[in-house]
């Protein structure tokens, strides 16, 4: 079979599971398969392995196996951005610059949100949470926690894999090395005025919170040296020792 065949059952096996309302579909047998797109053993199995990469289906032998749908995990996608990015040499200041707009963007659409038990996720968060201000691990987790509470009432499933991607990127660096509590308290300070304005559904206060939040992280970063440096950058350095790095 030429190329442009395979690709074309390839096509419409992606389209066909995308189309699923439920996770873990079964989608019948190898056999079966074969039949409904009318492609050979040899090819099947090569769209088979193509759409098991994209995370699309899953494969079970023996009894009761066969082939079934599946959902792509933001995880799954975001970590081999992150790589990506990367690999393309992307530095910690490209990422504050694309993840301010975002997260300001996050922001208004929650605050716009019609529903009024929706607009009150971040102040419950909030309340729900024991941080510990000495800690830089516990407020990464906390940062990323309420971040994602923001992007999943805003209702844009882009906006939540493109905050994802930026997360996992971060993850490659020591992004953080400005902490300090007080600096902590002042980032918690716009982050519970966020919380309210969006529970008030008052967009325009909530962007200019989270550009706030977003500014004094940046703030942090910016007092390091890595902001303008990739990764390999980071791992020559460190490799080097401080005595050669200069």
């Given at each position: 079979m030429s190329r442009s065949n395979l690709q074309q059952a390839a096509n419409e096996f992606r389209h066909w599971v995308l189309t699923l309302d439920d996770e873990d579909v079964f989608l019948g047998s190898e056999s079966d398969l074969i039949d409904r797109f009318n492609v050979s053993r040899p090819t099947f199995r090569q769209v088979a392995r193509l759409l098991e990469q994209e995370q699309l289906i899953s494969i079970r032998r023996g009894p009761g196996g066969g082939f079934f749908?599946?959902?792509?995990s933001f995880d799954g996608i975001a970590h081999m951005m992150s790589i990506y990015l990367v690999a393309q040499r992307a530095r910690l200041s490209d990422m504050l610059q694309v993840g301010r707009p975002l997260l300001v963007e996050a922001a208004r659409l929650a605050a716009n949100n019609s529903s009024e038990l929706a607009r009150r996720a971040p102040s419950i968060f909030l309340q729900s949470q024991q941080l510990e201000l000495e800690s830089r691990t516990s407020f990464t987790r906390h940062a990323i926690g309420f971040n994602n509470t923001l992007v999943g009432i805003s209702d844009n499933p882009m906006l939540g894999i493109f905050m994802e991607i930026i997360q996992a990127f971060a993850g490659h660096f020591d992004s953080l090395r400005g902490f300090t509590p007080d600096r902590a308290r002042?980032?918690?300070?716009?982050?519970?005025?966020?919380?309210?304005?969006?529970r008030e559904g008052d967009a325009e206060i909530a962007a200019v919170m989270a550009g706030r939040m977003s500014d004094e992280l940046a703030s942090w970063v910016k007092e390091d040296t890595s902001e303008n440096q990739t990764f390999a950058d980071l791992v020559g350095s460190r490799r080097r020792g401080p005595s050669e790095n200069t």
């Open positions: 749908s599946r959902r792509p002042r980032y918690l300070t716009a982050q519970r005025r966020l919380a309210l304005a969006i």
